[in-house]
């Protein structure tokens, strides 16, 4: 394994869930404070020592393209995968492996990422595996009380008010070798996680490593963006 691997960013979705905001801007150059999301995540990744990146790109990709050009701005080496049409996460990957020759990161550009990437990928190198994911503690409160009943006489047996559900999570950072990309069929829409349990079928060894950082953050609608948005102004705030 190289000592610093190439990361590959999908940033090709159309942001459905994000319309109108991405009607003319993609979703990982929304801003956020005084940076376009996909700057953040890039520079996050400087900070764990990649210093190559390739980014999967199609909605709306002159934007991206125009904006991080070569990556020299950021002392960083920045190439393009292009696909004419958006094939979901599957599509993406595939698009970029003339350009992927070793392990690599694997990384969503709709996320916002606050730990040591270099963990994860020393737990993967000695693991074996062909691809390890990142998954991090998760818990939400419920809106609503549960009920347990019995289902054969309708008995109420608990009544649990607004519990607080949690387990790990997929926060769609990974750590991959090659042959993920044997596993993606060509020109149709395929789910990652599809992806992965073909791997796993054919016995590729598919490990997890659970991160521990600050919250995980994920811009998938208009709700999640407006949390992480006020989030980084406050941040910029405080620098200011």
């Known amino acids: 394994m ?6 590959l960013i999908l940033a090709g979705g ?9 009607f003319f801007v ?19 990744l400087k900070s764990n020592r990649v210093s190559e990146i390739a980014i999967s790109v199609s909605y709306l990709s002159n934007m ?5 050009k070569d990556g020299s701005r950021w002392n960083l080496k920045v190439e393009y995968a292009r696909s004419d049409s958006p094939l979901g996460i599957g599509g993406q990957i595939l698009a970029a492996k003339d350009l992927i020759s070793s392990t690599f990161y694997l990384i969503y550009g709709d996320s916002v990422f606050d730990f040591n990437l270099k ?21 939400e409160k419920m809106r609503y009380g549960l009920i347990d009943r019995d289902e054969k006489t309708g008995r109420v047996l608990e009544w649990r008010e607004k519990p607080e559900m949690g387990g790990l999570i997929n926060v769609g950072c990974y750590v991959a070798e090659p042959v993920l990309f044997d596993y993606i069929p060509r020109g149709k829409m395929y789910g990652f996680d599809n992806v992965v349990r073909d791997m796993m079928k054919s016995k590729e060894k598919v490990d997890s490593y659970v991160l521990e950082g600050k919250e995980f953050l994920d811009i998938g609608d208009e709700k999640s963006y407006r949390k992480v948005y006020d989030l980084y102004l406050n941040k910029l705030g405080k620098i200011l």
């Open 2 to 7: 190289p000592e610093n691997p190439k990361a």
């Open 26 to 44: 993609p979703k990982p150059m929304l801003p956020l404070a005084d940076k376009p999301l996909l700057e953040h995540l890039i520079l996050w």
């Open 64 to 68: 991206i393209e125009d904006y991080f």
């Open 14 to 22: 159309m942001g459905t869930r994000l319309q109108p905001y991405t």
């Open 119 to 139: 963990k994860i990928e020393a737990f993967h190198k000695k693991s074996g595996a062909s691809l390890t994911m990142g998954l991090m503690h998760y818990s």
